[in-house]
Nanobody, 113 residues
Framework: QVQLVESGGGLVQLGGSLRLSCVGS????????MYWYRQAPGKEREWLAT???????NYADSVKGRFTISRDNAKQTVYLQMNNLKPEDTAVYYC???????WGQGTQVIVSS
């Protein structure tokens, strides 16, 4: 079945960086757009970025210029490089993609000031 597994979250200081990874299985990864979202405590889930093999990447204004989405189709992995992190980036980060729009289990990012 379709499965997405995120990793790479953790605790980081203001201005630091993290790289999140999301490995997909159970579907032909290269054929599907992949997305990153996040959900902060008490807030709705927020779309962050999209990558697809045939279109340009897109970013939410809140992360544009600081976050970079990329993918390695051979490894069936999508990444989110996060730089210049701020306390308001604290959230659980999810990837989404594949048939039916599957979600991963999420990875926690905490940015301390």
């Amino acid at each position: 079945q379709v499965q997405l597994v995120e990793s790479g979250g953790g605790l980081v200081q203001l201005g630091g960086s993290l790289r999140l990874s999301c490995v997909g299985s159970g579907f032909v990864f290269v054929e599907w757009p992949m997305y990153w979202y996040r959900q902060a405590p008490g807030k709705e889930r927020e779309w962050l970025a999209t990558t697809a093999s045939h279109i340009a990447v897109n970013y939410a204004d809140s992360v544009k210029g600081r976050f970079t989405i990329s993918r390695d189709n051979a490894k069936q992995t999508v990444y989110l490089q996060m730089n210049n992190l701020k306390p308001e980036d604290t959230a659980v980060y999810y990837c989404k993609g594949g048939p039916g729009g599957a979600w991963g289990q999420g990875t926690q990012v905490i940015v301390s000031s």
